[in-house]
Protein backbone atom coordinates (compact mmCIF):
# COMPACT_ATOMS: atom_id res chain seq x y z
CA UNK A 1 0.00 0.00 0.00
CA UNK A 2 1.85 2.92 -1.21
CA UNK A 3 -1.31 5.27 -1.12
CA UNK A 4 -0.67 8.61 -3.75
CA UNK A 5 1.41 7.78 -6.62
CA UNK A 6 2.21 10.46 -9.40
CA UNK A 7 -0.87 11.07 -10.49
CA UNK A 8 -0.81 12.83 -7.54
CA UNK A 9 2.16 14.57 -6.85
CA UNK A 10 3.20 14.63 -10.34
CA UNK A 11 0.11 17.38 -10.87
CA UNK A 12 1.81 19.57 -8.48
CA UNK A 13 4.98 19.30 -10.09
CA UNK A 14 3.49 19.70 -13.68
CA UNK A 15 1.56 22.87 -12.84
CA UNK A 16 4.43 24.53 -11.08
CA UNK A 17 6.75 24.05 -14.09
CA UNK A 18 3.48 25.04 -16.21
CA UNK A 19 2.88 27.96 -14.24
CA UNK A 20 6.88 29.31 -13.83
CA UNK A 21 7.03 28.94 -17.52
CA UNK A 22 4.06 31.59 -18.42
CA UNK A 23 6.02 34.12 -16.08
CA UNK A 24 8.84 34.11 -17.97
CA UNK A 25 7.50 33.84 -21.19
CA UNK A 26 5.09 36.64 -20.18
CA UNK A 27 8.06 38.71 -18.21
CA UNK A 28 10.09 38.52 -22.49
CA UNK A 29 7.24 40.27 -23.70
CA UNK A 30 6.76 43.83 -24.38
CA UNK B 1 -32.38 29.49 17.15
CA UNK B 2 -29.31 27.49 17.70
CA UNK B 3 -25.85 29.19 18.10
CA UNK B 4 -24.65 27.20 14.73
CA UNK B 5 -27.36 29.06 13.15
CA UNK B 6 -26.45 32.56 14.30
CA UNK B 7 -22.76 32.35 13.19
CA UNK B 8 -23.75 31.69 10.24
CA UNK B 9 -26.18 34.65 9.78
CA UNK B 10 -23.42 36.40 11.64
CA UNK B 11 -20.83 35.58 8.87
CA UNK B 12 -23.41 35.98 5.74
CA UNK B 13 -24.31 39.41 7.00
CA UNK B 14 -20.99 40.71 7.33
CA UNK B 15 -20.01 39.66 4.07
CA UNK B 16 -23.22 40.98 2.59
CA UNK B 17 -22.62 44.23 3.80
CA UNK B 18 -19.14 44.31 2.19
CA UNK B 19 -19.86 43.63 -1.11
CA UNK B 20 -22.95 45.97 -0.74
CA UNK B 21 -20.42 48.80 0.10
CA UNK B 22 -18.01 48.02 -2.49
CA UNK B 23 -20.54 48.31 -4.73
CA UNK B 24 -21.97 51.99 -3.30
CA UNK B 25 -18.24 52.81 -3.58
CA UNK B 26 -18.36 51.99 -7.44
CA UNK B 27 -21.63 53.62 -8.07
CA UNK B 28 -20.00 57.26 -6.79
CA UNK B 29 -16.86 56.12 -9.55
CA UNK B 30 -19.50 55.42 -12.49
CA UNK B 31 -20.71 58.32 -14.51
CA UNK B 32 -20.60 56.56 -18.41
CA UNK B 33 -21.04 53.46 -19.75
CA UNK B 34 -17.24 52.75 -20.19
CA UNK B 35 -17.23 52.91 -16.22
CA UNK B 36 -19.31 50.66 -16.04
CA UNK B 37 -18.52 48.10 -18.23
CA UNK B 38 -15.25 48.50 -18.58
CA UNK B 39 -13.90 50.40 -15.19
CA UNK B 40 -12.55 53.11 -16.91
CA UNK B 41 -9.81 50.42 -18.16
CA UNK B 42 -7.98 50.72 -14.61
CA UNK B 43 -7.75 47.15 -13.12
CA UNK B 44 -4.09 46.03 -12.52
CA UNK B 45 -2.86 42.54 -12.67
CA UNK B 46 -3.81 41.37 -9.12
CA UNK B 47 -7.52 42.42 -9.03
CA UNK B 48 -7.37 41.16 -12.59
CA UNK B 49 -6.35 38.01 -11.92
CA UNK B 50 -8.79 37.52 -9.14
CA UNK B 51 -11.44 38.73 -11.59
CA UNK B 52 -10.40 35.84 -13.95
CA UNK B 53 -10.11 33.11 -11.57
CA UNK B 54 -13.49 34.02 -9.73
CA UNK B 55 -15.48 34.23 -13.25
CA UNK B 56 -14.08 30.97 -13.88
CA UNK B 57 -14.66 28.85 -10.28
CA UNK B 58 -18.50 28.46 -9.77
CA UNK B 59 -20.86 26.33 -8.10
CA UNK B 60 -19.45 23.44 -10.94
CA UNK B 61 -16.46 23.77 -9.10
CA UNK B 62 -17.33 23.56 -5.03
CA UNK B 63 -19.94 21.10 -5.88
CA UNK B 64 -19.71 18.89 -9.40
CA UNK B 65 -15.51 19.07 -9.51
CA UNK B 66 -15.38 18.02 -5.52
CA UNK B 67 -18.17 15.63 -6.15
CA UNK B 68 -15.95 14.05 -9.12
CA UNK B 69 -13.10 13.93 -7.11
CA UNK B 70 -15.22 12.41 -4.26
CA UNK B 71 -16.22 9.47 -6.88
CA UNK B 72 -13.21 9.38 -9.34
CA UNK B 73 -10.37 10.24 -7.13
CA UNK B 74 -6.90 11.88 -8.11
CA UNK B 75 -7.00 11.76 -11.57
CA UNK B 76 -9.65 14.38 -12.74
CA UNK B 77 -7.08 16.98 -11.50
CA UNK B 78 -5.32 16.62 -14.95
CA UNK B 79 -8.55 18.02 -16.60
CA UNK B 80 -7.15 21.11 -15.34
CA UNK B 81 -4.24 21.76 -17.99
CA UNK B 82 -6.95 21.58 -20.59
CA UNK B 83 -8.48 24.89 -19.42
CA UNK B 84 -4.98 26.64 -19.08
CA UNK B 85 -4.39 25.40 -22.34
CA UNK B 86 -7.67 27.73 -23.27
CA UNK B 87 -6.24 30.32 -21.15
CA UNK B 88 -2.70 29.93 -22.89
CA UNK B 89 -4.18 30.44 -26.64
CA UNK B 90 -5.85 33.39 -25.06
CA UNK B 91 -3.00 34.90 -24.15
CA UNK B 92 -1.07 34.28 -27.31
CA UNK B 93 -3.47 34.46 -29.86
CA UNK B 94 -6.64 36.95 -28.33
CA UNK B 95 -6.11 38.80 -25.85
CA UNK B 96 -2.82 41.46 -27.01
CA UNK B 97 -5.67 42.22 -29.85
CA UNK B 98 -8.58 42.48 -28.13
CA UNK B 99 -7.19 44.65 -25.51
CA UNK B 100 -5.50 46.91 -28.24
CA UNK B 101 -9.05 47.40 -29.79
CA UNK B 102 -10.83 49.82 -27.53
CA UNK B 103 -14.57 48.33 -27.06
CA UNK B 104 -16.46 47.46 -24.75
CA UNK B 105 -18.10 44.07 -25.19
CA UNK B 106 -17.64 41.10 -27.37
CA UNK B 107 -19.83 42.22 -30.07
CA UNK B 108 -18.42 44.82 -30.46
CA UNK B 109 -15.20 43.14 -31.54
CA UNK B 110 -17.22 41.29 -34.00
CA UNK B 111 -18.80 44.07 -35.59
CA UNK B 112 -15.74 46.07 -36.27
CA UNK B 113 -13.40 42.85 -37.08
CA UNK B 114 -16.04 42.08 -40.18
CA UNK B 115 -17.42 45.41 -40.26
CA UNK B 116 -20.98 43.94 -40.22
CA UNK B 117 -23.48 44.68 -38.03
CA UNK B 118 -25.97 41.54 -38.23
CA UNK B 119 -22.79 39.62 -37.42
CA UNK B 120 -22.87 41.68 -33.98
CA UNK B 121 -26.20 41.24 -33.26
CA UNK B 122 -26.53 37.78 -33.54
CA UNK B 123 -23.27 37.72 -31.06
CA UNK B 124 -25.07 39.90 -29.00
CA UNK B 125 -28.19 37.43 -29.20
CA UNK B 126 -26.68 34.23 -28.68
CA UNK B 127 -24.66 35.93 -25.58
CA UNK B 128 -27.46 36.93 -24.14
CA UNK B 129 -29.44 32.99 -24.28
CA UNK B 130 -26.62 31.01 -24.00
CA UNK B 131 -25.54 32.92 -20.33
CA UNK B 132 -29.36 33.52 -19.50
CA UNK B 133 -29.30 29.26 -19.68
CA UNK B 134 -26.14 29.40 -17.42
CA UNK B 135 -27.55 31.62 -14.87
CA UNK B 136 -30.13 29.25 -14.74
CA UNK B 137 -27.57 26.79 -13.27
CA UNK B 138 -25.75 29.05 -10.76
CA UNK B 139 -29.29 29.67 -9.14
CA UNK B 140 -30.30 26.14 -9.06
CA UNK B 141 -26.92 25.71 -7.60
CA UNK B 142 -27.33 27.92 -4.66
CA UNK B 143 -30.72 26.72 -4.19
CA UNK B 144 -29.65 23.27 -3.88
CA UNK B 145 -27.03 23.99 -1.55
CA UNK B 146 -29.63 26.17 0.72
CA UNK B 147 -32.05 22.91 0.85
CA UNK B 148 -29.35 20.66 1.82
CA UNK B 149 -27.48 22.35 4.29
CA UNK B 150 -30.40 24.07 6.11
CA UNK B 151 -33.38 22.50 4.67
CA UNK B 152 -35.07 25.77 3.40
CA UNK B 153 -36.98 26.35 0.23
CA UNK B 154 -34.82 26.90 -2.62
CA UNK B 155 -36.40 30.24 -3.69
CA UNK B 156 -35.16 32.24 -0.94
CA UNK B 157 -31.09 31.34 -1.70
CA UNK B 158 -31.70 32.26 -4.86
CA UNK B 159 -33.61 35.42 -3.82
CA UNK B 160 -31.20 36.74 -1.65
CA UNK B 161 -28.00 35.79 -4.17
CA UNK B 162 -29.53 37.57 -6.76
CA UNK B 163 -30.79 40.53 -4.64
CA UNK B 164 -27.44 41.01 -3.56
CA UNK B 165 -25.56 40.40 -6.89
CA UNK B 166 -27.81 42.47 -8.98
CA UNK B 167 -27.62 45.13 -6.58
CA UNK B 168 -23.91 45.54 -6.29
CA UNK B 169 -23.41 44.95 -10.39
CA UNK B 170 -25.96 47.53 -11.26
CA UNK B 171 -24.50 50.05 -8.64
CA UNK B 172 -20.66 49.93 -10.02
CA UNK B 173 -20.88 47.89 -12.75
CA UNK B 174 -17.43 46.19 -13.28
CA UNK B 175 -15.58 48.76 -10.99
CA UNK B 176 -17.49 47.27 -8.19
CA UNK B 177 -17.61 43.71 -9.58
CA UNK B 178 -14.01 43.68 -10.03
CA UNK B 179 -13.25 44.65 -6.54
CA UNK B 180 -15.76 42.10 -5.37
CA UNK B 181 -14.82 39.35 -7.21
CA UNK B 182 -10.97 39.98 -5.62
CA UNK B 183 -12.71 39.22 -2.00
CA UNK B 184 -14.55 36.84 -3.13
CA UNK B 185 -11.32 34.66 -4.64
CA UNK B 186 -9.69 35.56 -0.95
CA UNK B 187 -12.87 33.98 0.80
CA UNK B 188 -12.96 31.12 -1.83
CA UNK B 189 -9.82 30.45 -0.19
CA UNK B 190 -9.78 31.08 2.85
CA UNK B 191 -12.82 28.35 3.12
CA UNK B 192 -11.05 25.88 1.10
CA UNK B 193 -8.10 26.36 3.27
CA UNK B 194 -9.90 25.77 6.23
CA UNK B 195 -11.29 22.59 4.88
CA UNK B 196 -8.22 20.89 4.02
CA UNK B 197 -6.14 20.39 7.44
CA UNK B 198 -9.82 19.07 8.81
CA UNK B 199 -10.12 16.17 6.79
CA UNK B 200 -6.45 15.43 6.42
CA UNK B 201 -5.97 15.37 10.23
CA UNK B 202 -9.03 13.05 10.89
CA UNK B 203 -6.67 10.51 8.86
CA UNK B 204 -3.26 11.38 10.64
CA UNK B 205 -1.73 13.32 7.09
CA UNK B 206 -2.02 12.80 3.51
CA UNK B 207 -0.30 9.29 3.52
CA UNK B 208 -2.61 7.25 5.80
CA UNK B 209 -5.25 8.78 3.34
CA UNK B 210 -3.71 7.82 0.29
CA UNK B 211 -3.67 4.16 1.80
CA UNK B 212 -7.19 3.96 3.21
CA UNK B 213 -8.59 5.37 -0.06
CA UNK B 214 -6.62 2.72 -2.42
CA UNK B 215 -7.89 0.01 -0.20
CA UNK B 216 -11.39 1.17 -1.28
CA UNK B 217 -10.72 1.09 -5.17
CA UNK B 218 -6.90 1.20 -6.52
CA UNK B 219 -8.47 3.71 -9.09
CA UNK B 220 -9.00 6.29 -6.91
CA UNK B 221 -5.38 7.24 -6.05
CA UNK B 222 -4.08 6.32 -9.40
CA UNK B 223 -5.84 6.39 -12.58
CA UNK B 224 -9.95 6.92 -12.48
CA UNK B 225 -9.83 8.16 -16.20
CA UNK B 226 -7.74 7.03 -18.94
CA UNK B 227 -5.40 9.30 -21.13
CA UNK B 228 -7.84 9.94 -23.68
CA UNK B 229 -10.83 10.29 -21.70
CA UNK B 230 -8.58 13.32 -20.13
CA UNK B 231 -7.34 14.96 -23.33
CA UNK B 232 -11.26 14.72 -24.58
CA UNK B 233 -12.43 16.45 -21.54
CA UNK B 234 -8.93 18.33 -21.56
CA UNK B 235 -9.77 19.56 -25.40
CA UNK B 236 -13.24 21.01 -24.31
CA UNK B 237 -12.42 23.14 -21.09
CA UNK B 238 -9.68 24.25 -23.50
CA UNK B 239 -11.98 25.52 -26.37
CA UNK B 240 -14.32 27.20 -24.06
CA UNK B 241 -11.80 29.06 -22.16
CA UNK B 242 -9.77 30.15 -24.94
CA UNK B 243 -12.40 32.36 -26.21
CA UNK B 244 -15.27 33.01 -23.49
CA UNK B 245 -17.40 35.83 -23.60
CA UNK B 246 -17.73 36.85 -20.02
CA UNK B 247 -13.72 36.50 -19.35
CA UNK B 248 -12.84 38.35 -22.61
CA UNK B 249 -15.08 40.87 -21.83
CA UNK B 250 -12.68 41.98 -18.60
CA UNK B 251 -9.43 41.96 -20.91
CA UNK B 252 -11.38 45.70 -22.26
CA UNK B 253 -10.96 46.75 -18.13
CA UNK B 254 -7.24 46.45 -17.74
CA UNK B 255 -4.45 48.89 -17.75
CA UNK B 256 -2.77 47.51 -21.00
CA UNK B 257 -2.06 44.33 -22.82
CA UNK B 258 0.86 43.22 -20.67
CA UNK B 259 -0.92 43.68 -17.79
CA UNK B 260 -3.72 41.03 -19.28
CA UNK B 261 -0.80 38.73 -19.64
CA UNK B 262 0.29 38.20 -15.91
CA UNK B 263 -3.86 38.86 -14.93
CA UNK B 264 -4.06 35.11 -16.85
CA UNK B 265 -0.82 33.85 -15.14
CA UNK B 266 -1.82 34.89 -11.76
CA UNK B 267 -5.52 33.24 -12.58
CA UNK B 268 -4.18 29.91 -13.37
CA UNK B 269 -2.07 30.01 -10.12
CA UNK B 270 -5.10 31.21 -7.89
CA UNK B 271 -6.87 28.06 -10.08
CA UNK B 272 -4.12 25.45 -9.55
CA UNK B 273 -4.37 26.30 -5.63
CA UNK B 274 -8.38 26.14 -5.54
CA UNK B 275 -8.59 23.07 -7.78
CA UNK B 276 -5.63 20.73 -5.48
CA UNK B 277 -7.76 22.25 -2.30
CA UNK B 278 -11.22 21.00 -4.10
CA UNK B 279 -8.95 17.74 -5.04
CA UNK B 280 -7.80 17.19 -0.95
CA UNK B 281 -11.49 17.54 0.00
CA UNK B 282 -13.13 15.46 -2.18
CA UNK B 283 -10.92 12.72 -1.62
CA UNK B 284 -11.12 13.48 2.15
CA UNK B 285 -14.87 13.36 2.23
CA UNK B 286 -14.46 9.61 0.17
CA UNK B 287 -12.47 8.22 3.39
CA UNK B 288 -14.71 9.93 5.31
CA UNK B 289 -18.10 8.89 3.98
CA UNK B 290 -17.58 6.16 2.06
CA UNK B 291 -21.05 5.75 0.31
CA UNK B 292 -23.01 8.96 -0.08
CA UNK B 293 -25.80 8.81 -1.54
CA UNK B 294 -25.08 12.07 -4.31
CA UNK B 295 -21.52 12.54 -5.18
CA UNK B 296 -22.43 16.26 -5.23
CA UNK B 297 -23.93 16.34 -1.58
CA UNK B 298 -19.96 16.19 -0.96
CA UNK B 299 -19.18 19.62 -0.20
CA UNK B 300 -22.90 20.65 1.54
CA UNK B 301 -21.93 18.21 3.98
CA UNK B 302 -18.43 19.04 4.74
CA UNK B 303 -19.62 22.43 5.49
CA UNK B 304 -22.42 21.17 7.91
CA UNK B 305 -20.96 18.13 9.49
CA UNK B 306 -17.44 17.95 9.49
CA UNK B 307 -16.18 21.34 10.31
CA UNK B 308 -16.33 23.89 12.95
CA UNK B 309 -19.26 26.32 12.56
CA UNK B 310 -17.31 29.06 11.93
CA UNK B 311 -15.21 27.53 9.84
CA UNK B 312 -18.14 26.07 7.72
CA UNK B 313 -19.60 29.35 7.28
CA UNK B 314 -16.94 30.23 6.08
CA UNK B 315 -16.81 27.64 3.71
CA UNK B 316 -20.51 28.44 2.88
CA UNK B 317 -19.62 32.23 1.87
CA UNK B 318 -16.69 30.82 0.19
CA UNK B 319 -19.51 28.47 -1.95
CA UNK B 320 -22.03 31.90 -2.25
CA UNK B 321 -18.18 33.71 -3.62
CA UNK B 322 -18.16 31.14 -6.32
CA UNK B 323 -21.67 31.65 -7.63
CA UNK B 324 -21.95 35.13 -6.82
CA UNK B 325 -18.61 36.03 -8.61
CA UNK B 326 -19.49 34.02 -11.67
CA UNK B 327 -23.26 35.38 -11.84
CA UNK B 328 -21.66 39.12 -11.80
CA UNK B 329 -19.76 38.89 -14.68
CA UNK B 330 -22.72 37.11 -16.65
CA UNK B 331 -24.94 39.84 -15.75
CA UNK B 332 -22.41 42.61 -16.88
CA UNK B 333 -21.74 40.17 -20.19
CA UNK B 334 -25.52 40.49 -20.90
CA UNK B 335 -26.41 43.62 -19.84
CA UNK B 336 -23.38 45.34 -21.80
CA UNK B 337 -24.82 43.25 -24.58
CA UNK B 338 -28.25 44.21 -24.94
CA UNK B 339 -28.02 48.07 -23.76
CA UNK B 340 -24.88 48.13 -25.83
CA UNK B 341 -25.25 46.38 -28.91
CA UNK B 342 -28.68 45.77 -29.01
CA UNK B 343 -30.31 49.16 -27.33
CA UNK B 344 -28.19 51.50 -28.25
CA UNK B 345 -27.43 50.36 -31.94
CA UNK B 346 -30.91 49.26 -33.40
CA UNK B 347 -33.47 50.95 -30.62
CA UNK B 348 -32.23 54.16 -29.21
CA UNK B 349 -28.74 55.01 -31.33
CA UNK B 350 -29.28 58.70 -29.79
CA UNK B 351 -29.34 57.75 -26.16
CA UNK B 352 -27.13 59.65 -23.87
CA UNK B 353 -25.00 58.28 -21.65
CA UNK B 354 -27.10 58.86 -18.53
CA UNK B 355 -29.75 57.17 -20.44
CA UNK B 356 -26.88 53.99 -21.65
CA UNK B 357 -26.41 53.62 -18.25
CA UNK B 358 -29.96 53.12 -16.74
CA UNK B 359 -30.85 50.76 -19.48
CA UNK B 360 -27.44 48.98 -18.08
CA UNK B 361 -28.87 48.99 -14.64
CA UNK B 362 -32.34 47.67 -15.71
CA UNK B 363 -30.95 45.15 -18.10
CA UNK B 364 -28.77 43.71 -15.24
CA UNK B 365 -32.29 42.84 -12.29
CA UNK B 366 -34.19 41.76 -15.76
CA UNK B 367 -31.26 39.59 -17.22
CA UNK B 368 -31.07 38.46 -13.43
CA UNK B 369 -34.78 37.75 -12.49
CA UNK B 370 -35.78 35.76 -15.62
CA UNK B 371 -32.83 33.03 -14.90
CA UNK B 372 -35.07 32.13 -11.31
CA UNK B 373 -38.56 31.04 -13.41
CA UNK B 374 -36.17 28.37 -14.88
CA UNK B 375 -34.06 27.30 -12.03
CA UNK B 376 -37.30 26.79 -10.34
CA UNK B 377 -38.50 24.35 -13.07
CA UNK B 378 -35.13 22.10 -12.91
CA UNK B 379 -34.54 21.15 -16.52
CA UNK B 380 -31.18 19.46 -15.66
CA UNK B 381 -28.60 18.88 -13.30
CA UNK B 382 -26.31 21.69 -11.93
CA UNK B 383 -22.97 20.19 -13.72
CA UNK B 384 -24.79 19.69 -16.82
CA UNK B 385 -26.42 22.78 -17.30
CA UNK B 386 -22.85 24.72 -16.84
CA UNK B 387 -21.01 21.91 -18.95
CA UNK B 388 -23.53 21.70 -21.96
CA UNK B 389 -23.61 25.72 -22.28
CA UNK B 390 -20.17 26.28 -22.39
CA UNK B 391 -19.91 24.05 -25.22
CA UNK B 392 -22.24 25.51 -27.32
CA UNK B 393 -20.71 29.06 -26.48
CA UNK B 394 -17.24 27.38 -27.53
CA UNK B 395 -19.11 26.48 -30.85
CA UNK B 396 -20.29 29.55 -31.82
CA UNK B 397 -17.64 32.11 -30.71
CA UNK B 398 -13.77 30.16 -30.52
CA UNK B 399 -13.53 30.79 -34.50
CA UNK B 400 -14.76 33.65 -35.34
CA UNK B 401 -12.31 34.98 -32.45
CA UNK B 402 -9.39 32.88 -32.33
CA UNK B 403 -9.21 32.44 -35.94
CA UNK B 404 -10.95 35.59 -36.62
CA UNK B 405 -7.89 37.40 -34.77
CA UNK B 406 -5.16 35.32 -36.61
CA UNK B 407 -6.88 35.45 -40.46
CA UNK B 408 -7.21 38.65 -42.43
CA UNK B 409 -9.44 37.07 -44.68
CA UNK B 410 -12.09 35.91 -42.80
CA UNK B 411 -14.94 37.58 -43.67
CA UNK B 412 -18.87 38.63 -42.25
CA UNK B 413 -20.29 35.82 -44.34
CA UNK B 414 -18.05 33.37 -42.81
CA UNK B 415 -18.39 34.43 -39.00
CA UNK B 416 -22.15 34.39 -39.57
CA UNK B 417 -22.30 30.89 -41.50
CA UNK B 418 -19.29 29.90 -38.49
CA UNK B 419 -21.65 30.95 -35.48
CA UNK B 420 -24.47 29.17 -36.93
CA UNK B 421 -23.25 26.14 -38.20
CA UNK B 422 -21.18 25.73 -34.73
CA UNK B 423 -24.08 25.93 -32.96
CA UNK B 424 -26.12 23.89 -34.75
CA UNK B 425 -23.57 21.37 -35.36
CA UNK B 426 -22.93 21.22 -31.75
CA UNK B 427 -26.74 20.65 -30.61
CA UNK B 428 -27.18 18.04 -33.28
CA UNK B 429 -24.20 15.69 -32.10
CA UNK B 430 -25.31 16.43 -28.22
CA UNK B 431 -29.02 14.91 -29.15
CA UNK B 432 -27.10 12.23 -31.48
CA UNK B 433 -24.20 10.58 -31.56
CA UNK B 434 -23.30 12.15 -27.92
CA UNK B 435 -24.73 9.04 -25.93
CA UNK B 436 -21.38 7.01 -27.85
CA UNK B 437 -18.97 9.39 -26.43
CA UNK B 438 -17.69 6.35 -24.76
CA UNK B 439 -16.55 4.43 -27.97
CA UNK B 440 -15.77 7.21 -30.13
CA UNK B 441 -14.54 9.81 -27.79
CA UNK B 442 -15.40 13.03 -29.61
CA UNK B 443 -16.92 15.41 -28.01
CA UNK B 444 -20.13 17.53 -28.97
CA UNK B 445 -17.65 20.72 -28.36
CA UNK B 446 -15.05 19.33 -31.34
CA UNK B 447 -17.59 19.00 -33.44
CA UNK B 448 -19.13 22.30 -33.47
CA UNK B 449 -15.73 23.62 -33.40
CA UNK B 450 -14.27 21.81 -36.44
CA UNK B 451 -17.47 22.68 -38.61
CA UNK B 452 -17.76 26.25 -37.07
CA UNK B 453 -13.93 26.57 -38.71
CA UNK B 454 -14.43 24.46 -41.91
CA UNK B 455 -17.50 26.96 -42.87
CA UNK B 456 -15.69 30.15 -41.73
CA UNK B 457 -12.69 29.03 -44.03
CA UNK B 458 -15.12 27.83 -46.97
CA UNK B 459 -17.94 30.69 -46.79
CA UNK B 460 -14.82 33.58 -46.19
CA UNK B 461 -12.99 32.29 -49.41
CA UNK B 462 -15.98 32.91 -51.81
CA UNK B 463 -17.18 36.22 -50.22
CA UNK B 464 -15.30 39.61 -50.55
CA UNK B 465 -12.65 40.35 -48.00
CA UNK B 466 -13.03 42.59 -44.97
CA UNK B 467 -12.30 46.19 -45.54
CA UNK B 468 -8.67 46.95 -44.85
CA UNK B 469 -9.54 50.06 -41.86
CA UNK B 470 -11.59 47.54 -40.03
CA UNK B 471 -8.99 44.85 -39.26
CA UNK B 472 -5.95 48.14 -38.75
CA UNK B 473 -6.57 47.65 -34.82
CA UNK B 474 -6.05 44.07 -34.94
CA UNK B 475 -3.40 43.17 -37.10
CA UNK B 476 -1.20 46.17 -38.02
CA UNK B 477 -0.67 46.95 -34.30
CA UNK B 478 -2.52 50.12 -34.12
CA UNK B 479 -3.96 51.02 -30.90
CA UNK B 480 -7.32 52.06 -30.76
CA UNK B 481 -7.74 55.86 -28.94
CA UNK B 482 -10.52 54.50 -27.03
CA UNK B 483 -8.15 51.68 -25.59
CA UNK B 484 -5.94 53.80 -22.97
CA UNK B 485 -6.56 53.43 -19.23
CA UNK B 486 -8.71 56.64 -18.03
CA UNK B 487 -7.42 57.03 -13.97
CA UNK B 488 -10.13 58.23 -11.80
CA UNK B 489 -9.55 56.77 -8.53
Redesign the interface.
Given at each position: ?????W??YG??I???A??AA??VW?AR?? | MSSDSLVFIAVVAAYLVTVTAIGIWGYLHTTTEEDFLVAGRSIGPWVGGCVLAATQISAGTFVGTLGRHYFTG??W??I??GA?AGW?TS?LLVAPRLRRFGALTVADYIGQRFASERARTLAAALIIVSYTIYLTAQFQASGEIASAVFGVRPIYAMVLLIASTALYTLLGGVRSSSYVDFLQTMLMMLGLFLGVPVVLQTFGG??????Y???LDPRI???WFSWREILATSLAFGLTLAAAPYEMTRYYSMRD??TV??A??IS??IQ?IIG?SVMILGLGMRGLFPVLPSADQASSILAASVMSPLAGALFLVGMMSAIMSTVNSILIVTAGAFAHDLYARLINPRASQQRLLLVNRVAVVVLGVVPVWFALQRFGDVQAIVVEQSKFIASFFFVPVVIGLSWRRGTKEGAVAAMAGGFAACLAWTFTLQRSFATHGIDAVEVGVAMSALLFVVVSRLTPPTPAANLAVFFDGVSDARSHHTPVL
Open positions: MNGFGSFFFAAAWIYFAQR | VSIWWFWLALQPLGQLESTAWVQRYIGMAAS
